[in-house]
């Protein structure tokens, strides 16, 4: 097996996954023991666990799981792991938008997490809810389609609440097949305004590797963003698979270092709770090659 198609398998020997779901979030069947233990066997040094948080009533991680019972998880769990090797962080993955987001600072204010990632997703009332979308989108152009989602990233890296701001271009997901990633990587200049906020904002960009699991074949945000964001003067990155299943765990998460690496990064940030850490990228992923292949696509994913 290549070096490349190694990248996109399961991640080893790697220092960190801070982007991971358990079975206390409602898209994920995955108990924390099973995740913790393919670190060992793996040589994954650190996660975070980033269950969901949403604060719209109509969101499936509503009220689904009490603060209390997703830290009790994740703290038992970390000391019944750490004598293993492994250290287990108290994350949380929170869905921005501005509707909530005083209820969201609300939380923050409340409640105490080791690492916060802000993401947008689709919402209800938004234009991306399958069904609406191709109606919507056919026939405008890229930046008319990207601008509600935009708007928000903007106002979630402005909020400062976040550590990192999740999957930036997942929009691509929800445009598929009206507008191809490719099409949109040409059109990043869309994506500047979003760029400079987390630049000036000081929030981390995350390089998300389920986005090789998905039609489009790039992480997310794709390698000509996290190259802009590196032009634009952005600092911070983090970098996690996003699992939601026992066999996501660190996938591709190689790929997505890689991508770092490539675009000119020699480390990570992250936060422990009250300790902001940088993590160096193993020097395997620095020394890197120029590029790494699509699975789905077969096309050079850095451009
Ligand atoms: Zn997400
Ligand atoms: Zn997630």
């Not at 509707?99 to 947008?120: K, N, P, Q, T």
Request: hydrophobic share 40%; charged share 25%.
């Amino acid at each position: 097996m290549s070096d490349r198609q190694q990248d996109l398998g399961p991640g080893k020997d790697l220092p960190l996954d801070s982007h991971l779901h358990t079975d206390l979030s409602p898209d994920s069947d995955v108990p924390i023991d099973v995740y913790a233990a393919l670190a060992v066997e793996r040589g994954i040094a650190e996660l975070a666990i980033t269950d969901h948080v949403d604060f719209d009533s109509r969101d499936p991680a509503y009220d689904y799981a009490t603060f209390a019972d997703r830290e009790r998880s994740v703290r038992d769990a970390a000391a019944r792991w750490a004598p293993r090797g492994v250290e287990i962080r108290f994350g949380v993955e929170l869905t921005f938008n501005r509707a909530w987001e005083a209820d969201l600072r609300a939380h923050l204010g409340r409640h105490h997490y080791d690492f916060v990632i802000g993401s947008v997703h689709d919402w209800p009332d938004s234009p991306y809810i399958p069904g609406r979308m191709g109606t919507w989108a056919t026939g405008r152009p890229l930046g008319e389609v990207l601008q509600p989602y935009l708007a928000e990233v903007v106002a979630a890296a402005g909020s400062g609440l976040f550590d990192t701001i999740g999957h930036l271009d997942v929009v691509r997901r929800y445009l598929d097949p009206i507008f191809s990633s490719s099409e949109i990587f040409n059109a990043v200049e869309l994506f500047e305004p979003a760029l400079r906020a987390i630049v000036d904002s000081g929030t981390a960009l995350e390089v998300n590797t389920s986005g090789y699991r998905r039609g489009g074949g790039e992480a997310y945000p794709g390698p000509p963003l996290v190259t802009r964001y590196r032009e634009l003067g952005g600092e911070r990155v983090t970098a996690g698979s996003d699992a939601h299943r026992k066999g996501q765990f660190a996938w591709a998460l190689e790929a997505g270092y890689r991508v770092l690496a490539e675009a000119g990064f020699a480390e990570l940030t992250f936060r422990r709770g009250g300790d902001r850490v940088v993590i160096e990228l193993p020097e395997r992923c620095a020394a890197a090659g120029p590029s790494v292949v699509s699975p789905n696509t077969g096309r050079i994913g850095s451009l």
